[in-house]
C-alpha cells in the first residue's frame, strides 16, 4: 500500500454561503425590534417617527407570525422588542397627551438596550445555528424522481418480535435519474412522505441523540430536489444500483444530499430503513416501529449487539437487492422495470451502516463494490472478497478508537481488488451525513468542512470511485481522491 497526501484545492468544490435562513416576516420583526432599541438613541427630533415606524413594523410582523407560527428561534427576539416597546412608545404618548416626556439617564437606560439587543441578535443566531436544512443543488445531467416502497422477506423471521409468523420488513426510498419536471412542482419533504411522518422521524431522531425536539424542528419542513414519483429519465439506458445502510439509529434519508447527487449522474441509490434499529420507520400501514437499540453500559455486551445488528442489515441489503432484480424483471410493479443494471450493484452504508456493507459484499458476491462511510468492521468471520472498497474516514485524533484503523486495514487488505482509504481533513463522524445542513457548525460534531463543502466532498470522491469501478471510466482514481485528502492504497498481494 502507499500513501500520498492532499492536493491544492484550486477548482475543486467550493463551500456555499448560507444565511441565517430567515423569512421575511422574520426579518421585519427583527429589523423592528433593532430599530426600537436604537430609537432610544437618536436626536431627539428623529426619536419619533422612527419609533412609530419601528413599533408599527414589529407589532404587524409578530401578529402575522403568532398567526401562521412562531418558529422558537424567533422568540427571543420577539421578547427583546415586547421589553423595548413600552419605554419606546412611553415617551410619545406622555408628548401626545401634553404631559412632559421623561426618560431615563443614559447610564439607566444603557443595559436594558444591552439586553434588548442582545436577545434580538440571539435569534439570527439561533436560526444560522439551527436551520431549516438547504440541500445543494445536485450538478449532474439528470433530474432526480424518488418514491418509497416497502418489502417483506417470506424467508427471514423477525428476531426482535415474539410473534413466529412476523417475517423481516424493510422501508426502501429511492432516488432514480428522472424526467424534468415542470417549473413550481412540489419537492419532496427531506424526512417523510408527509408531514407527520417527518415530523415522527424528526422528534425520534432528536429523541435518540439526546436533543431536546425543538432544536430541529425546522427540519420536517425542509424540502429536498427530488420529486416524488416522477417519471423516469427516457435517456441513460440500464442505471447501476447503490444501496445504502444509514447509521446506527439512523434513517434512510440520512444522506439525501448524497443520494441525489449520485442519482442526477446516472445511479439508483436505494437508501433502507432498518425496523428497530433506525431512530423510527414509518410503514405503509401507518404504524411506527422505533428502536430497540440503546447502550448497555458494558463494552462487551455493545459490541456483541452491534455485530448481531450488522448482520441483520447485511442481510437486508442482500434482501434489497434480490427485490430490486425483481423488480428490473417485472416481477414486482414499478416505473424502474427495465432500467436497473443489478449486475453493477454497489453496497454503501455510514457508521454501522459502512459495516454492514463490508459484511453484505464478503457474503454476497452480487455486489460489485463497497463504500465505507467511516463506519467500524464487525464481521466476525473477516475472510478474503474481490470487491474494491473505498473507505472514507474522519480526521484522526485522540479521541479515534485505537482499534479502528488497525481493525479497517486488516478488512481491507483481505480485499483481492485494489482498495483506498481516504482520511478527509476537518471531516468528523456526522461529516458523512446530512448533519452539517442542519447541526451547529461545531467542528468536533460536523467537521470544518461547512455545510455546503461537506455533502459535495462525500459525493464526489464516492462519484469517482464507482464511476472507476461500476463504469469503469478510464481516469486517475488515485489521483482524484488524494485531492481531497490523505490516500492510502491497499493493493492485492502487498501483505498488510
Not at 424534468?180 to 424528526?202: M, N
Amino acid at each position: 500500500m502507499w500513501r500520498c497526501g492532499p492536493r491544492a484545492q484550486d477548482g475543486r468544490v467550493t463551500d456555499i454561503i448560507t444565511g441565517p435562513q430567515m423569512s421575511l416576516l422574520e426579518i421585519l420583526a427583527l429589523l423592528g425590534a433593532v430599530a426600537l432599541v436604537v430609537a432610544r438613541w437618536l436626536p431627539p427630533a428623529a426619536r419619533p417617527p422612527v419609533t412609530i415606524a419601528a413599533g408599527s413594523v414589529f407589532l404587524l410582523s409578530a401578529l402575522v407570525l403568532g398567526a401562521v407560527g412562531i418558529r422558537w428561534q424567533l422568540l427571543p427576539v420577539l421578547a427583546g422588542g415586547l421589553l423595548v416597546l413600552p419605554f419606546a412608545v412611553s415617551p410619545l404618548v406622555r408628548q401626545r397627551t401634553g404631559r412632559r416626556a421623561r426618560r431615563a439617564r443614559w447610564w439607566l437606560a444603557l443595559p436594558g438596550s444591552v439586553a434588548c439587543a442582545g436577545l434580538a441578535v440571539t435569534g439570527p443566531v439561533a436560526a444560522w445555528a439551527f436551520p431549516v436544512p438547504v440541500f445543494p443543488e445536485p450538478t449532474g445531467g439528470f433530474a432526480v424522481g424518488t418514491r418509497v416502497t416497502q418489502w417483506t422477506d417470506p424467508d427471514r423471521p423477525e428476531t426482535a418480535t415474539p410473534e413466529p409468523d412476523d417475517r423481516r420488513t424493510v422501508v426502501v426510498q429511492l432516488w432514480y435519474p428522472a424526467e424534468p419536471s415542470p417549473a413550481g412542482t412540489p419537492r419532496a419533504r427531506y424526512l417523510g412522505r408527509t408531514e407527520q411522518e417527518a415530523r415522527t422521524v424528526a422528534d425520534a431522531l432528536a429523541s435518540y441523540s439526546g436533543l431536546p425536539g425543538f432544536l430541529i424542528d425546522g427540519v420536517p419542513e425542509a424540502r429536498t430536489h427530488a420529486v416524488a414519483d416522477a417519471p423516469v429519465a427516457r435517456d441513460g439506458g440500464r442505471f447501476p444500483v447503490v444501496l445504502f445502510s444509514p447509521g446506527l439509529g439512523g434513517v434512510r434519508t440520512q444522506n439525501t444530499a448524497w443520494a441525489e447527487e449520485l442519482a442526477s449522474h446516472g445511479y439508483v441509490v436505494a437508501g433502507l430503513d432498518h425496523p428497530y434499529d433506525s431512530a423510527a420507520v414509518v410503514l405503509a400501514d401507518g404504524r411506527t416501529i422505533a428502536t430497540e437499540i440503546a447502550s448497555t453500559g458494558d463494552d462487551g455486551e455493545d459490541d456483541r449487539r452491534a455485530a448481531e445488528t450488522t448482520r441483520i442489515r447485511a442481510a437486508d441489503l442482500g434482501f434489497v437487492l434480490t427485490q430490486l432484480g425483481r423488480l428490473d424483471r417485472g416481477e414486482l410493479d414499478g416505473s424502474l422495470t427495465g432500467r436497473l443494471d443489478t449486475g453493477r450493484a454497489a453496497v454503501t452504508g455510514h457508521s454501522l451502516g459502512g459495516g454492514a456493507a463490508l459484511q453484505a459484499a464478503r457474503q454476497d458476491g452480487r455486489f460489485a463494490a463497497v463504500v465505507d462511510l467511516d463506519g467500524y468492521p464487525r464481521d466476525p468471520d473477516r475472510g478474503p472478497f474481490r470487491q474494491p472498497v473505498l473507505a472514507l474516514t474522519q480526521e484522526l485524533g485522540p479521541g479515534t478508537d485505537e482499534r479502528y484503523i488497525p481493525r479497517l486495514t486488516e478488512v481491507l487488505g483481505f480485499s483481492t481488488a485494489t482498495s483506498y482509504r481516504l482520511t478527509v481533513p476537518g471531516a468528523a463522524h456526522l461529516t458523512f451525513m446530512d448533519g452539517p445542513l442542519y447541526l451547529p457548525p461545531v467542528p468536533s460534531l460536523v467537521g470544518s468542512l461547512g455545510r455546503g463543502r461537506s455533502p459535495r466532498v462525500v459525493a464526489a470522491t464516492t462519484l469517482a470511485f464507482l464511476d472507476a469501478t461500476l463504469r469503469q471510466r478510464p481516469g486517475d482514481l488515485a489521483g482524484a481522491l488524494s485531492a481531497y485528502g490523505d490516500l492510502t492504497i491497499y493493493r492485492p498481494g502487498d501483505g498488510h
